[in-house]
């Protein structure tokens, strides 16, 4: 069987920045020991109802701000998981970090239970930006927090950084990509800002209280980061991740973000949590106390749908299509590859899509890449318009 990855979602920050709409909160830090124990019930009881133990090659701690469990909590996590799965040897153990909320410690500690890989939050070089999305770190933070990971022997580091800010000009934003690149992180994702409704950057925006961003400018900011990181030794595998080769030669992708983008098996634990197993969807119930209440009381038969499962959706075959070519085309070197669509479809990738297919390369969107008529991905042009070309398949 292919290894599948597991998602573990720890809803809980220190406090809530202006710019997130993630399902997380603040202030219920106290709730943390009662949640742990619902995962680890909802690990137990998802696990149970598989038909064998599965094999997993990626662990992944996101959330939320996972650096605020200790590592006694998360080697908790990771036995919990090591009895019910087949942790595969060299699989990748992911937390996401904030700066803010680490200690020189932690990290040693994080890395002796066998964390290996730490992303962190950095988001910006700059105080005025860290300060308008209000997080808890500030650059200096950031730069301590990577060295003592290095000290503490991690050799895997993503650095997240967030451009297309309110009055953001293209200078600040390379101010911060340099910074991030100096600071020499195996991998860098970079977003761009959305001002999602209900949160306070959107409030502000809308009393015009601060600009909305710019498109435009937004655009050359992510035009030049692909140039910038490309002389810089990072290259560019999806629409907003780039990684580097070590001195061993190995690209240190996100083997997790790949399963995702790979459309393949992954089971998320945790409030608000997804996963996707055998043509099923699903998601878990977003409220705190809730899960809690569900993961103990529920029973589970159908795997992997949990106890707290809120939306279960089958997968027709049509739609799984769909699916793979909208999460296939962000890897912008791999893109979808005809021989594996074939393989798991049985039917050819043009017979399904090909009027898409070739509107979309008509466009100037699309291309076939370097090895013939074989993988089908984004050209450099279509990376920033990579929405308009994903809807052309739904
Ligand atoms: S630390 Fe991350 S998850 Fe928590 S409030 Fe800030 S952006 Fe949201």
Redesign the pocket.
């Known amino acids: 069987m292919e290894p599948i990855i597991l998602y573990l979602h720890i809803?809980?920050?220190?406090?809530?920045?202006s710019?997130?709409?993630?399902n997380?909160c603040?202030g219920f830090e106290q709730l943390i020991p009662a949640y742990l124990s619902a995962l680890c019930t909802e690990i137990d009881k998802v696990s149970a109802a598989a038909e064998s133990q599965l094999p997993v090659h990626t662990v992944y701690f996101g959330?939320?701000?996972p650096s605020l469990l200790t590592a006694r909590q998360v080697l908790e996590l990771m036995e919990g998981i090591r009895s019910r799965f087949e942790v595969l040897d060299g699989a990748e153990i992911t937390l996401?970090a904030?700066p803010?909320?680490i200690s020189r410690q932690q990290l040693r500690e994080l890395r002796s239970v066998g964390v290996n890989r730490l992303s962190f939050?950095m988001?910006s070089a700059n105080q005025d930006e860290l300060d308008l999305?209000?997080?808890?770190h500030d650059t200096y933070g950031v730069i301590e927090a990577v060295n003592w990971a290095r000290q503490a022997g991690f050799d895997n580091l993503s650095l997240d950084l967030i451009y297309g800010l309110p009055d953001q000009t293209l200078e600040k934003w390379q101010f911060s990509l340099d910074m991030a690149v100096q600071l020499a992180p195996e991998h860098l994702s970079l977003y761009s800002l959305t001002l999602e409704e209900g949160t306070r950057l959107h409030h502000w925006a809308s009393r015009g209280w601060i600009n909305w961003p710019d498109d435009d400018l937004t655009a050359d900011m992510y035009l030049w980061a692909m140039d910038q990181l490309e002389g810089a030794g990072y290259h560019q595998y999806e629409i907003s991740n780039f990684a580097r080769k070590t001195t061993e030669g190995k690209f240190l992708a996100s083997r997790h973000n790949l399963q995702y983008w790979r459309n393949q098996t992954y089971l998320g634990f945790g409030a608000g949590a997804h996963g996707s197993s055998s043509k099923l969807r699903v998601a878990n119930e977003t409220g705190l106390k809730e899960y809690i209440e569900l993961c103990h009381s529920k029973v589970v038969n159908r795997f992997p749908v949990g106890p707290a499962a809120a939306e279960v959706i089958e997968i027709d075959r049509f739609s799984e299509m769909q699916e793979t070519m909208m999460v296939g085309l962000r890897l912008t070197d791999e893109g979808v590859s005809r021989q594996v669509f074939k393989e798991r479809f049985g039917v050819e990738l043009c017979d399904v899509f090909g009027r898409e297919i070739a509107e979309l390369i008509g466009f100037g969107l699309l291309e076939w890449g370097k090895d013939g008529e074989e993988r089908l991905r984004l050209t450099k042009r279509g990376r920033p318009l990579g929405n308009q070309a994903f809807m052309r398949f739904v």
Request: glycine share 16%; hydrophobic share 20%; net charge positive.
């Open positions: 809803p809980f920050c220190r406090k809530r920045c710019y997130c709409d993630f997380t603040a959330g939320g701000t996401e904030n803010g909320t939050g988001q999305l209000e997080r808890l």
